[in-house]
C-alpha cells in the first residue's frame, strides 16, 4: 500500500535536503545509540537491485572509532599505496571540473588557506583522516559480485543515512577518501575479502562555531541537468 503524501510532507522532505551538508568540524560528544539505531532503521528502507540490500555497516565509536581514526591517519601521513576498490574519476571536465574548484575553493577560503599554499592544502587533506573529529563512524561496503549495481545501491544508502541523520539533528559527511584504504580497512575490521568498500561517513553533533561550517555549496540548476522530452 503507498501512503498517502501531503504538501507537509513534501515541504519537510526538501528543508532535510536544504538541511544536509557535508560537516567538516564535529563536537565530541557522541550521539545516543537508540538515534544511531533509528537513522539506521530509516536508512535501511532504501530501494535497492532487485531487493538485494548489498550494503554492510560497520559502526565505529568510542575507542573504536579512535583505533580506526589512528589507522586513517598513520596512512594518510606515510604516504602508503593507496588501495581502493573502486577507481576514482579519470579527469574532471568541463562543468563538472568547475563546480569541483568552486567548492574546493569554498572550503579553503572558510578556514583560512590561501591559494597555491600547498602544504596548508596537505594539512588540511589529513582532516578527512582524522574523521574531522567525528565521535563516529560509518564505513559502508557491498558486495564484489554486484559490481557497480551494489556500489549505485550503497550510494542511495549512504544517501538515505545522511537524510535520516539531519532529521535526528546529527551531521553528517560522506567519506569517498577513506576508500583510498580499502585494503588495510578490510583487515582492520576483519571484512571479507568479497566485500568492496564504498565509502565512509564520519558523524554526530557539527561544531557549529567553525567557520568550515559556515558555508554551503550551490546546486545547479534544473536547466543544467534536465532535458524533457514530450
Given at each position: 500500500?503507498?501512503?498517502?503524501?501531503?504538501p507537509a510532507d513534501a515541504a519537510a522532505f526538501d528543508r532535510l535536503m536544504t538541511a544536509r551538508h557535508s560537516c567538516r568540524a564535529f563536537l565530541p560528544e557522541p550521539i545516543p545509540r537508540a538515534t544511531i539505531e533509528a537513522i539506521l532503521t530509516t536508512?535501511?528502507?532504501?530501494a535497492s537491485w532487485?531487493?538485494?540490500q548489498p550494503w554492510q555497516v560497520v559502526i565505529a565509536s568510542g575507542a573504536a572509532a579512535e583505533r580506526f581514526r589512528a589507522l586513517m591517519l598513520g596512512l594518510a601521513s606515510s604516504g602508503a599505496e593507496p588501495t581502493p576498490d573502486f577507481a576514482f574519476p579519470r579527469e574532471y571536465r568541463g562543468a563538472l571540473l568547475d563546480r569541483r574548484r568552486a567548492c574546493?575553493?569554498?572550503l579553503y577560503d572558510a578556514v583560512g588557506v590561501s591559494r597555491g599554499d600547498k602544504a596548508a592544502y596537505a594539512r588540511q587533506s589529513l582532516r578527512n583522516f582524522a574523521l574531522f573529529d567525528a565521535p563516529h563512524v560509518a564505513i559502508v561496503t557491498t558486495d564484489e559480485a554486484l559490481g557497480a549495481y551494489g556500489a549505485l545501491?550503497?550510494?542511495?544508502y549512504v544517501s538515505n543515512f545522511m537524510t535520516a541523520a539531519t532529521a535526528h539533528g546529527v551531521a553528517t559527511i560522506a567519506q569517498a577518501a577513506l576508500a583510498v584504504h580499502s585494503g588495510a580497512i578490510r583487515a582492520h575490521f576483519g571484512l571479507g575479502e568479497e566485500r568492496r568498500v564504498v565509502c565512509g561517513i564520519s558523524f554526530g553533533r557539527a561544531d557549529e562555531s567553525h567557520p568550515v561550517n559556515g558555508y554551503r555549496t550551490p546546486r545547479a540548476g534544473l536547466d543544467e541537468v534536465v532535458r524533457w522530452e514530450e
Open positions: 500500500m503507498t501512503a498517502t503524501a501531503s536508512a535501511q528502507k532504501t532487485n531487493n538485494t574546493g575553493f569554498q545501491d550503497c550510494g542511495a
